[in-house]
Protein backbone atom coordinates (compact mmCIF):
# COMPACT_ATOMS: atom_id res chain seq x y z
CA UNK A 1 0.00 0.00 0.00
CA UNK A 2 1.04 3.69 -0.36
CA UNK A 3 2.50 4.71 2.86
CA UNK A 4 2.23 8.93 3.26
CA UNK A 5 2.73 9.33 -0.55
CA UNK A 6 3.81 12.65 -2.10
CA UNK A 7 0.78 13.66 -4.19
CA UNK A 8 2.64 15.60 -6.48
CA UNK A 9 4.69 12.74 -7.03
CA UNK A 10 2.13 9.93 -7.18
CA UNK A 11 0.00 9.08 -10.23
CA UNK A 12 -2.60 7.04 -12.24
CA UNK A 13 -0.30 6.19 -15.33
CA UNK A 14 -3.13 4.26 -18.20
CA UNK A 15 -2.18 3.21 -21.72
CA UNK A 16 -2.46 0.38 -24.14
CA UNK A 17 -0.08 -2.32 -25.01
CA UNK A 18 1.51 -1.22 -28.00
CA UNK A 19 0.03 2.35 -28.52
CA UNK A 20 1.31 3.43 -25.40
CA UNK A 21 5.07 4.59 -24.89
CA UNK A 22 5.27 4.58 -21.10
CA UNK A 23 3.68 1.35 -20.62
CA UNK A 24 5.94 -0.31 -23.61
CA UNK A 25 8.38 0.80 -21.79
CA UNK A 26 7.90 -0.51 -18.57
CA UNK A 27 7.71 -3.73 -19.94
CA UNK A 28 10.74 -3.39 -21.42
CA UNK A 29 12.03 -2.61 -18.07
CA UNK A 30 10.61 -5.75 -16.29
CA UNK A 31 8.68 -3.17 -13.72
CA UNK A 32 5.73 -4.06 -15.35
CA UNK A 33 4.23 -8.17 -16.41
CA UNK A 34 1.81 -7.88 -18.86
CA UNK A 35 2.21 -11.67 -20.08
CA UNK A 36 -1.26 -13.02 -18.60
CA UNK A 37 -3.20 -10.49 -20.69
CA UNK A 38 -0.75 -9.77 -24.00
CA UNK A 39 -2.78 -10.87 -27.51
CA UNK A 40 -6.35 -10.89 -24.92
CA UNK A 41 -9.44 -9.73 -25.75
CA UNK A 42 -10.34 -6.53 -23.39
CA UNK A 43 -8.17 -7.89 -20.43
CA UNK A 44 -6.03 -5.17 -18.35
CA UNK A 45 -3.58 -5.60 -15.15
CA UNK A 46 -2.87 -3.00 -12.76
CA UNK A 47 -0.06 -2.31 -10.36
CA UNK A 48 1.87 -0.25 -8.58
CA UNK A 49 5.00 0.43 -9.75
CA UNK A 50 8.03 2.37 -8.27
CA UNK A 51 9.91 4.84 -10.56
CA UNK A 52 7.90 4.50 -13.63
CA UNK A 53 8.99 7.35 -15.09
CA UNK A 54 11.28 10.35 -14.17
CA UNK A 55 10.16 12.54 -11.14
CA UNK A 56 7.15 10.11 -9.78
CA UNK A 57 8.20 7.90 -7.31
CA UNK A 58 5.22 5.43 -7.65
CA UNK A 59 2.64 5.22 -9.78
CA UNK A 60 -0.87 3.02 -10.15
CA UNK A 61 -0.18 1.60 -13.90
CA UNK A 62 -3.38 0.30 -16.25
CA UNK A 63 -2.44 -1.51 -18.54
CA UNK A 64 -4.65 -2.92 -21.34
CA UNK A 65 -4.54 -5.25 -24.28
CA UNK A 66 -6.40 -2.95 -26.20
CA UNK A 67 -8.13 0.30 -25.92
CA UNK A 68 -10.94 -1.15 -24.36
CA UNK A 69 -9.11 -3.53 -21.42
CA UNK A 70 -7.35 -0.09 -20.76
CA UNK A 71 -10.45 1.83 -20.65
CA UNK A 72 -11.86 -1.38 -18.11
CA UNK A 73 -8.71 -0.63 -16.01
CA UNK A 74 -9.38 3.07 -15.55
CA UNK A 75 -13.74 2.39 -14.95
CA UNK A 76 -12.48 -0.50 -12.01
CA UNK A 77 -10.65 1.66 -10.38
CA UNK A 78 -13.35 3.89 -10.28
CA UNK A 79 -15.90 1.75 -9.52
CA UNK A 80 -13.80 0.71 -6.50
CA UNK A 81 -13.51 4.12 -5.22
CA UNK A 82 -17.20 4.56 -4.99
CA UNK A 83 -18.43 5.94 -8.39
CA UNK A 84 -21.36 4.00 -9.82
CA UNK A 85 -22.06 3.18 -13.45
CA UNK A 86 -25.62 4.89 -12.87
CA UNK A 87 -24.74 8.08 -11.52
CA UNK A 88 -26.23 10.06 -14.03
CA UNK A 89 -29.23 7.65 -15.40
CA UNK A 90 -30.18 7.16 -11.22
CA UNK A 91 -28.53 9.44 -9.48
CA UNK A 92 -26.09 7.06 -7.44
CA UNK A 93 -23.80 9.90 -5.41
CA UNK A 94 -20.10 9.03 -5.61
CA UNK A 95 -18.82 7.55 -2.31
CA UNK A 96 -16.34 9.68 -0.04
CA UNK A 97 -12.91 8.62 0.98
CA UNK A 98 -10.53 10.49 3.30
CA UNK A 99 -7.94 8.27 2.10
CA UNK A 100 -7.88 5.40 -1.10
CA UNK A 101 -5.26 2.87 -0.93
CA UNK A 102 -4.01 0.27 -3.44
CA UNK A 103 -2.64 -2.80 -3.09
CA UNK A 104 1.17 -3.53 -4.39
CA UNK A 105 0.01 -7.09 -6.18
CA UNK A 106 -0.57 -7.20 -9.96
CA UNK A 107 -4.30 -7.61 -10.45
CA UNK A 108 -5.12 -9.30 -13.87
CA UNK A 109 -8.79 -8.85 -15.25
CA UNK A 110 -10.01 -10.11 -18.49
CA UNK A 111 -11.09 -11.50 -21.03
CA UNK A 112 -14.45 -11.79 -20.77
CA UNK A 113 -17.31 -14.59 -21.06
CA UNK A 114 -18.91 -12.66 -23.72
CA UNK A 115 -17.01 -11.44 -26.75
CA UNK A 116 -19.79 -8.41 -27.49
CA UNK A 117 -21.97 -7.49 -24.66
CA UNK A 118 -24.95 -4.61 -24.85
CA UNK A 119 -28.56 -3.62 -24.98
CA UNK A 120 -30.80 -2.50 -27.61
CA UNK A 121 -32.29 0.95 -27.01
CA UNK A 122 -35.56 0.40 -28.62
CA UNK A 123 -39.45 0.97 -27.89
CA UNK A 124 -38.05 4.17 -26.47
CA UNK A 125 -41.38 6.00 -26.96
CA UNK A 126 -43.45 7.98 -25.24
CA UNK A 127 -40.66 7.36 -21.91
CA UNK A 128 -37.43 7.91 -23.05
CA UNK A 129 -37.84 9.98 -26.22
CA UNK A 130 -40.17 12.13 -23.96
CA UNK A 131 -37.36 13.02 -21.18
CA UNK A 132 -34.59 13.66 -24.46
CA UNK A 133 -37.27 16.34 -25.87
CA UNK A 134 -37.17 17.82 -22.64
CA UNK A 135 -33.27 17.17 -21.59
CA UNK A 136 -31.70 18.05 -24.94
CA UNK A 137 -32.10 20.31 -27.71
CA UNK A 138 -33.67 19.28 -31.03
CA UNK A 139 -31.28 18.37 -33.64
CA UNK A 140 -31.37 20.36 -37.00
CA UNK A 141 -33.23 18.35 -38.66
CA UNK A 142 -36.14 18.92 -36.39
CA UNK A 143 -35.75 15.51 -34.74
CA UNK A 144 -35.94 14.94 -30.63
CA UNK A 145 -32.42 15.11 -29.11
CA UNK A 146 -31.09 12.15 -29.77
CA UNK A 147 -27.31 13.21 -30.64
CA UNK A 148 -23.65 12.89 -29.62
CA UNK A 149 -23.97 14.79 -26.12
CA UNK A 150 -27.33 11.86 -25.72
CA UNK A 151 -25.16 9.04 -26.75
CA UNK A 152 -21.81 10.21 -24.74
CA UNK A 153 -23.86 9.48 -21.40
CA UNK A 154 -25.22 5.93 -23.35
CA UNK A 155 -21.72 5.30 -24.29
CA UNK A 156 -20.07 6.57 -20.49
CA UNK A 157 -22.59 3.38 -18.36
CA UNK A 158 -22.35 0.90 -21.46
CA UNK A 159 -18.51 0.87 -20.33
CA UNK A 160 -18.63 1.36 -16.57
CA UNK A 161 -20.74 -2.18 -17.08
CA UNK A 162 -18.33 -3.32 -18.74
CA UNK A 163 -20.21 -3.67 -21.77
CA UNK A 164 -19.18 -2.86 -25.44
CA UNK A 165 -22.08 -3.03 -27.69
CA UNK A 166 -24.79 -0.91 -28.55
CA UNK A 167 -27.94 -1.21 -31.24
CA UNK A 168 -29.08 2.62 -31.10
CA UNK A 169 -32.73 3.78 -30.92
CA UNK A 170 -35.07 3.00 -33.53
CA UNK A 171 -38.55 3.95 -33.74
CA UNK A 172 -38.45 8.08 -34.30
CA UNK A 173 -34.56 8.67 -34.65
CA UNK A 174 -31.44 7.83 -36.84
CA UNK A 175 -28.01 7.61 -35.09
CA UNK A 176 -25.75 8.16 -38.14
CA UNK A 177 -28.01 11.11 -39.83
CA UNK A 178 -29.99 13.06 -36.79
CA UNK A 179 -26.31 14.30 -35.76
CA UNK A 180 -23.19 14.29 -37.68
CA UNK A 181 -21.26 13.56 -34.53
CA UNK A 182 -23.01 10.32 -33.54
CA UNK A 183 -21.47 7.88 -35.14
CA UNK A 184 -17.81 9.09 -34.57
CA UNK A 185 -18.27 9.75 -31.07
CA UNK A 186 -19.51 6.11 -30.21
CA UNK A 187 -15.98 5.04 -32.04
CA UNK A 188 -13.99 7.68 -29.97
CA UNK A 189 -15.60 5.99 -27.07
CA UNK A 190 -14.38 2.59 -28.30
CA UNK A 191 -18.20 1.01 -28.06
CA UNK A 192 -18.80 -1.27 -31.11
CA UNK A 193 -21.66 0.08 -32.72
CA UNK A 194 -24.34 -2.65 -34.34
CA UNK A 195 -27.75 -2.14 -35.68
CA UNK A 196 -31.04 -4.25 -34.60
CA UNK A 197 -32.75 -7.36 -36.35
CA UNK A 198 -34.55 -4.82 -38.55
CA UNK A 199 -31.62 -2.25 -39.57
CA UNK A 200 -29.23 -4.14 -41.79
CA UNK A 201 -25.78 -2.80 -42.59
CA UNK A 202 -25.39 0.18 -40.37
CA UNK A 203 -28.19 1.85 -41.49
CA UNK A 204 -31.40 3.16 -39.44
CA UNK A 205 -34.83 1.83 -40.15
CA UNK A 206 -36.67 5.12 -41.44
CA UNK A 207 -33.73 6.35 -43.60
CA UNK A 208 -34.95 4.28 -46.16
CA UNK A 209 -38.53 5.66 -46.31
CA UNK A 210 -36.88 9.30 -45.96
CA UNK A 211 -34.31 9.22 -48.49
CA UNK A 212 -34.75 6.15 -51.07
CA UNK A 213 -37.50 5.67 -53.68
CA UNK A 214 -39.52 2.28 -53.98
CA UNK A 215 -40.80 -0.51 -52.01
CA UNK A 216 -38.61 -2.15 -48.71
CA UNK A 217 -39.17 -5.19 -51.21
CA UNK A 218 -35.58 -6.89 -52.57
CA UNK A 219 -37.55 -8.95 -54.61
CA UNK A 220 -38.61 -5.72 -56.33
CA UNK A 221 -36.52 -3.27 -55.50
CA UNK A 222 -32.91 -4.47 -55.46
CA UNK A 223 -31.11 -2.25 -57.35
CA UNK A 224 -31.94 0.47 -54.83
CA UNK A 225 -31.50 -1.02 -51.91
CA UNK A 226 -27.93 -2.32 -52.72
CA UNK A 227 -27.46 0.98 -53.50
CA UNK A 228 -28.93 1.40 -49.89
CA UNK A 229 -26.32 -1.05 -48.37
CA UNK A 230 -23.39 0.43 -50.02
CA UNK A 231 -23.70 4.23 -48.89
CA UNK A 232 -24.18 2.41 -44.87
CA UNK A 233 -20.85 0.66 -45.79
CA UNK A 234 -18.83 3.24 -46.91
CA UNK A 235 -20.37 5.73 -44.15
CA UNK A 236 -19.32 3.44 -41.93
CA UNK A 237 -16.07 2.44 -43.49
CA UNK A 238 -13.80 5.10 -41.09
CA UNK A 239 -15.67 3.00 -37.82
CA UNK A 240 -14.97 -0.54 -39.17
CA UNK A 241 -12.72 -1.31 -36.45
CA UNK A 242 -15.77 -1.48 -33.86
CA UNK A 243 -18.56 -2.11 -35.76
CA UNK A 244 -20.66 -5.69 -35.96
CA UNK A 245 -22.83 -5.49 -39.40
CA UNK A 246 -26.50 -6.89 -38.95
CA UNK A 247 -26.84 -8.95 -42.10
CA UNK A 248 -30.12 -10.03 -43.98
CA UNK A 249 -33.65 -8.28 -44.30
CA UNK A 250 -36.93 -8.38 -42.73
CA UNK A 251 -39.84 -6.09 -44.01
CA UNK A 252 -40.84 -2.71 -43.29
CA UNK A 253 -41.21 -1.68 -39.87
CA UNK A 254 -39.86 -4.56 -38.04
CA UNK A 255 -42.16 -7.34 -39.95
CA UNK A 256 -41.77 -10.57 -41.87
CA UNK A 257 -41.43 -10.23 -45.42
CA UNK A 258 -45.00 -10.47 -46.67
CA UNK A 259 -46.72 -11.61 -50.01
CA UNK A 260 -44.02 -13.83 -51.16
CA UNK A 261 -43.65 -18.35 -50.02
CA UNK A 262 -41.20 -19.38 -47.73
CA UNK A 263 -39.09 -21.16 -50.15
CA UNK A 264 -38.60 -18.04 -52.42
CA UNK A 265 -37.88 -15.86 -49.43
CA UNK A 266 -35.22 -18.22 -48.47
CA UNK A 267 -33.89 -18.19 -51.81
CA UNK A 268 -33.85 -14.75 -51.92
CA UNK A 269 -32.40 -13.80 -48.39
CA UNK A 270 -29.41 -15.99 -49.51
CA UNK A 271 -28.61 -14.26 -52.70
CA UNK A 272 -29.26 -11.23 -50.62
CA UNK A 273 -26.33 -11.81 -47.55
CA UNK A 274 -24.03 -12.71 -50.68
CA UNK A 275 -24.59 -9.34 -52.43
CA UNK A 276 -24.39 -7.78 -48.95
CA UNK A 277 -21.20 -10.00 -48.29
CA UNK A 278 -19.88 -8.95 -51.73
CA UNK A 279 -20.73 -4.90 -50.90
CA UNK A 280 -18.71 -4.94 -47.38
CA UNK A 281 -15.90 -6.64 -49.24
CA UNK A 282 -16.25 -3.90 -51.39
CA UNK A 283 -17.01 -1.02 -49.62
CA UNK A 284 -14.10 -2.18 -46.79
CA UNK A 285 -11.66 -2.84 -49.15
CA UNK A 286 -11.23 -6.61 -47.47
CA UNK A 287 -9.91 -9.23 -48.79
CA UNK A 288 -11.17 -11.79 -46.70
CA UNK A 289 -15.23 -11.12 -45.76
CA UNK A 290 -14.38 -13.51 -42.99
CA UNK A 291 -12.34 -11.28 -40.95
CA UNK A 292 -15.25 -8.54 -41.17
CA UNK A 293 -17.82 -9.44 -37.83
CA UNK A 294 -21.32 -10.10 -39.03
CA UNK A 295 -24.46 -11.51 -37.46
CA UNK A 296 -27.88 -12.40 -38.44
CA UNK A 297 -30.47 -12.20 -35.94
CA UNK A 298 -32.93 -14.92 -36.25
CA UNK A 299 -35.78 -13.12 -34.65
CA UNK A 300 -39.26 -14.21 -34.97
CA UNK A 301 -39.98 -15.78 -38.45
CA UNK A 302 -36.39 -15.40 -39.67
CA UNK A 303 -35.75 -18.75 -37.28
CA UNK A 304 -38.11 -20.02 -38.91
CA UNK A 305 -36.23 -19.79 -42.31
CA UNK A 306 -33.14 -21.26 -41.04
CA UNK A 307 -35.79 -24.55 -39.75
CA UNK A 308 -37.00 -24.83 -43.52
CA UNK A 309 -33.17 -25.05 -44.86
CA UNK A 310 -31.90 -21.37 -44.84
CA UNK A 311 -27.92 -21.77 -45.35
CA UNK A 312 -25.91 -18.93 -43.39
CA UNK A 313 -22.42 -18.52 -44.03
CA UNK A 314 -20.72 -20.51 -41.55
CA UNK A 315 -18.26 -17.33 -40.39
CA UNK A 316 -21.78 -15.11 -39.39
CA UNK A 317 -22.72 -15.23 -36.22
CA UNK A 318 -26.10 -16.59 -35.68
CA UNK A 319 -28.00 -14.47 -33.04
CA UNK A 320 -30.76 -16.99 -31.30
CA UNK A 321 -34.06 -14.90 -29.93
CA UNK A 322 -35.68 -15.17 -27.21
CA UNK A 323 -39.64 -15.69 -27.43
CA UNK A 324 -40.13 -11.84 -26.11
CA UNK A 325 -40.89 -13.18 -22.84
CA UNK A 326 -37.21 -14.14 -21.42
CA UNK A 327 -37.47 -17.85 -23.02
CA UNK A 328 -35.17 -18.69 -25.71
CA UNK A 329 -36.80 -20.21 -28.57
CA UNK A 330 -33.54 -22.32 -29.54
CA UNK A 331 -29.94 -22.78 -29.04
CA UNK A 332 -27.11 -23.88 -30.92
CA UNK A 333 -26.96 -28.00 -31.37
CA UNK A 334 -23.85 -29.90 -31.08
CA UNK A 335 -22.98 -29.81 -34.64
CA UNK A 336 -23.56 -26.48 -34.39
CA UNK A 337 -20.97 -25.26 -31.64
CA UNK A 338 -17.75 -25.42 -33.76
CA UNK A 339 -18.72 -22.76 -36.63
CA UNK A 340 -16.33 -20.15 -37.36
CA UNK A 341 -19.00 -17.18 -36.09
CA UNK A 342 -20.61 -18.61 -33.31
CA UNK A 343 -23.50 -17.80 -31.89
CA UNK A 344 -25.31 -15.54 -29.10
CA UNK A 345 -28.92 -14.53 -28.07
CA UNK A 346 -30.86 -11.70 -28.76
CA UNK A 347 -33.22 -10.93 -25.32
CA UNK A 348 -35.91 -9.00 -23.86
CA UNK A 349 -36.82 -6.95 -20.45
CA UNK A 350 -39.08 -4.70 -22.47
CA UNK A 351 -41.70 -6.01 -25.76
CA UNK A 352 -44.05 -3.84 -27.45
CA UNK A 353 -46.07 -6.39 -30.31
CA UNK A 354 -48.42 -9.49 -29.96
CA UNK A 355 -50.15 -10.54 -27.69
CA UNK A 356 -49.39 -7.70 -25.67
CA UNK A 357 -46.65 -4.99 -24.85
CA UNK A 358 -44.83 -4.96 -21.56
CA UNK A 359 -42.82 -1.88 -21.35
CA UNK A 360 -44.13 0.14 -18.10
CA UNK A 361 -41.40 -0.71 -15.43
CA UNK A 362 -38.70 -3.45 -14.99
CA UNK A 363 -41.36 -7.50 -14.41
CA UNK A 364 -37.60 -8.75 -14.97
CA UNK A 365 -36.78 -11.98 -12.28
CA UNK A 366 -33.44 -12.24 -12.11
CA UNK A 367 -32.88 -15.45 -11.10
CA UNK A 368 -34.54 -16.68 -14.85
CA UNK A 369 -32.48 -14.37 -16.69
CA UNK A 370 -29.28 -16.44 -15.10
CA UNK A 371 -31.25 -19.68 -16.05
CA UNK A 372 -31.93 -18.82 -19.69
CA UNK A 373 -28.28 -16.97 -20.37
CA UNK A 374 -26.69 -19.78 -18.59
CA UNK A 375 -27.88 -22.34 -20.76
CA UNK A 376 -27.14 -20.44 -23.80
CA UNK A 377 -23.55 -19.90 -22.08
CA UNK A 378 -23.49 -23.50 -21.59
CA UNK A 379 -24.54 -24.49 -25.50
CA UNK A 380 -21.56 -21.71 -26.21
CA UNK A 381 -24.08 -18.76 -27.25
CA UNK A 382 -20.76 -16.82 -26.26
CA UNK A 383 -20.16 -14.71 -29.51
CA UNK A 384 -22.94 -11.64 -28.93
CA UNK A 385 -25.41 -11.34 -25.67
CA UNK A 386 -27.58 -8.10 -26.44
CA UNK A 387 -30.67 -7.25 -24.55
CA UNK A 388 -33.56 -4.94 -25.52
CA UNK A 389 -33.80 -2.62 -22.64
CA UNK A 390 -36.48 0.08 -23.86
CA UNK A 391 -36.40 3.42 -22.58
CA UNK A 392 -33.23 2.09 -20.36
CA UNK A 393 -34.15 4.04 -17.35
CA UNK A 394 -36.36 1.11 -15.38
CA UNK A 395 -34.24 -1.29 -15.43
CA UNK A 396 -30.83 -0.50 -14.00
CA UNK A 397 -31.06 -3.34 -11.84
CA UNK A 398 -32.14 -6.08 -14.47
CA UNK A 399 -29.10 -4.14 -17.05
CA UNK A 400 -26.42 -5.07 -14.61
CA UNK A 401 -26.95 -8.27 -13.77
CA UNK A 402 -27.24 -9.27 -17.50
CA UNK A 403 -24.28 -7.31 -18.25
CA UNK A 404 -22.09 -8.88 -14.93
CA UNK A 405 -23.55 -12.22 -16.65
CA UNK A 406 -21.75 -12.04 -19.65
CA UNK A 407 -18.75 -10.38 -18.61
CA UNK A 408 -17.93 -12.98 -16.05
CA UNK A 409 -20.19 -16.27 -16.49
CA UNK A 410 -17.65 -18.24 -13.95
CA UNK A 411 -17.97 -15.47 -11.24
CA UNK A 412 -21.65 -15.30 -11.69
CA UNK A 413 -22.74 -18.88 -11.86
CA UNK A 414 -26.67 -19.76 -12.45
CA UNK A 415 -27.57 -20.16 -8.89
CA UNK A 416 -25.50 -16.46 -7.49
CA UNK A 417 -28.43 -14.50 -8.05
CA UNK A 418 -28.58 -13.68 -4.31
CA UNK A 419 -24.98 -13.06 -3.89
CA UNK A 420 -24.86 -10.99 -7.03
CA UNK A 421 -27.62 -8.60 -5.36
CA UNK A 422 -26.16 -8.00 -2.65
CA UNK A 423 -23.03 -7.15 -3.93
CA UNK A 424 -24.57 -4.65 -6.20
CA UNK A 425 -26.67 -3.10 -3.38
CA UNK A 426 -23.40 -2.32 -1.40
CA UNK A 427 -21.87 -0.54 -4.53
CA UNK A 428 -24.62 0.73 -4.91
CA UNK A 429 -26.18 2.58 -1.61
CA UNK A 430 -23.52 0.74 0.62
CA UNK A 431 -26.09 -1.56 2.36
CA UNK A 432 -26.63 -5.25 2.31
CA UNK A 433 -29.56 -5.83 4.84
CA UNK A 434 -32.53 -7.82 3.28
CA UNK A 435 -32.48 -5.74 -0.06
CA UNK A 436 -31.99 -8.92 -1.94
CA UNK A 437 -34.71 -10.72 -0.43
CA UNK A 438 -36.85 -7.35 -1.94
CA UNK A 439 -35.36 -7.75 -5.23
CA UNK A 440 -35.92 -11.59 -5.67
CA UNK A 441 -39.52 -11.21 -4.10
CA UNK A 442 -40.02 -8.46 -6.07
CA UNK A 443 -39.45 -10.25 -9.25
CA UNK A 444 -41.18 -13.52 -8.68
CA UNK A 445 -44.37 -11.40 -7.95
CA UNK A 446 -43.97 -8.78 -11.04
CA UNK A 447 -43.17 -11.75 -13.38
CA UNK A 448 -46.03 -13.38 -12.09
CA UNK A 449 -47.79 -11.30 -14.68
CA UNK A 450 -46.71 -8.71 -16.41
CA UNK A 451 -48.46 -4.99 -15.21
CA UNK A 452 -49.95 -4.86 -18.83
CA UNK A 453 -51.25 -8.01 -18.94
CA UNK A 454 -53.30 -7.68 -14.93
CA UNK A 455 -57.05 -7.40 -14.96
CA UNK A 456 -59.72 -8.05 -12.44
CA UNK A 457 -60.12 -11.21 -13.30
CA UNK A 458 -56.47 -12.45 -12.87
CA UNK A 459 -56.88 -13.16 -9.15
CA UNK A 460 -59.85 -14.64 -7.29
CA UNK A 461 -61.47 -12.94 -4.60
CA UNK A 462 -63.86 -15.73 -4.37
CA UNK A 463 -61.86 -18.47 -4.25
CA UNK A 464 -58.87 -20.08 -1.35
CA UNK A 465 -58.18 -16.39 -0.20
CA UNK A 466 -56.17 -16.19 -3.73
CA UNK A 467 -56.14 -11.88 -4.11
CA UNK A 468 -55.84 -11.26 -0.51
CA UNK A 469 -52.67 -13.51 -0.61
CA UNK A 470 -51.08 -11.67 -3.48
CA UNK A 471 -52.46 -8.43 -2.18
CA UNK A 472 -50.52 -9.04 1.31
CA UNK A 473 -46.98 -10.43 -0.08
CA UNK A 474 -47.02 -7.00 -2.24
CA UNK A 475 -47.78 -4.51 0.99
CA UNK A 476 -45.54 -7.06 2.73
CA UNK A 477 -42.49 -6.14 0.22
CA UNK A 478 -43.29 -3.04 -0.32
CA UNK A 479 -43.30 -2.20 3.74
CA UNK A 480 -39.46 -4.07 3.47
CA UNK A 481 -38.38 -1.73 0.97
CA UNK A 482 -39.86 1.65 2.27
CA UNK A 483 -37.77 -0.15 5.60
CA UNK A 484 -34.70 -0.70 3.58
CA UNK A 485 -35.13 2.67 2.29
CA UNK A 486 -35.76 4.61 5.39
CA UNK A 487 -32.43 2.95 6.91
CA UNK A 488 -30.12 4.51 3.93
CA UNK A 489 -28.27 7.94 4.66
CA UNK A 490 -30.33 10.65 2.69
CA UNK A 491 -28.03 11.05 -0.18
CA UNK A 492 -28.75 7.34 -1.19
CA UNK A 493 -32.25 7.23 -1.12
CA UNK A 494 -33.53 9.29 -4.31
CA UNK A 495 -31.38 6.06 -6.42
CA UNK A 496 -32.53 3.45 -4.08
CA UNK A 497 -36.29 5.26 -4.87
CA UNK A 498 -35.57 5.13 -8.54
CA UNK A 499 -34.50 1.59 -8.59
CA UNK A 500 -36.09 -0.50 -5.79
CA UNK A 501 -38.76 1.27 -3.76
CA UNK A 502 -40.70 2.98 -6.95
CA UNK A 503 -41.15 -0.26 -8.62
CA UNK A 504 -42.28 -2.26 -5.19
CA UNK A 505 -44.77 0.59 -4.66
CA UNK A 506 -45.99 0.75 -8.11
CA UNK A 507 -46.49 -2.87 -8.03
CA UNK A 508 -48.31 -2.69 -5.10
CA UNK A 509 -50.93 0.02 -5.97
CA UNK A 510 -51.27 -1.50 -9.27
CA UNK A 511 -52.32 -5.26 -7.74
CA UNK A 512 -54.95 -3.26 -5.19
CA UNK A 513 -56.27 -1.37 -8.20
CA UNK A 514 -57.09 -4.59 -9.86
CA UNK A 515 -58.57 -6.82 -6.49
CA UNK A 516 -60.69 -3.70 -5.78
CA UNK A 517 -62.32 -3.41 -9.13
CA UNK A 518 -62.95 -7.16 -8.80
CA UNK A 519 -64.42 -6.88 -5.41
CA UNK A 520 -66.96 -4.46 -6.78
CA UNK A 521 -67.81 -7.30 -8.78
CA UNK A 522 -69.45 -9.44 -6.23
Given amino acids: ?302 QGYLEQGLRVPEDITLLWSDDNWGNIRRLPLANETDRPGGAGVYYHFDYVGGPRDYKWINTVQLSKTAEQMHMAYARRADRIWVVNVGDLKPLEVPISHFLDLAYDAERWDVDSTAEWTRAWQQQQQRVAGDVASVVARYGKYAARRKYELLDAETYSVVNYDEADVVAAQWAELEADARAAHDALGEEYRPAFFQMVLHPVTAGRIVHDIYVAAARTRI
Fill in 1 to 302: MYSDPNSSKTVIIAGTIGNSSVIDSLIEQGKLNTTAINGKWEAFVSQVVKDPIEGCDEAVVIAGSMPRGTIYGIYDISEQIGVSPWHFWADVPAQKHPDIWAKRGLKVQGPPSVKYRGFFLNDEQPGLTNWVSDNFPDLTNGSAGYGHVFYSLVCEVLLRLRANYLWPTLWASMLYTDDAHSQPLVYAYEVVLGSSHTEPLMRAQNEFKNYYEGEWAYNENNETIDEYFRYGVQRAKPYARNSVWTMGMRGSGDTAIEGLGVEYIVEMLETLVQNQRDIISEGLGVDAITDVPQTWCLYKEV
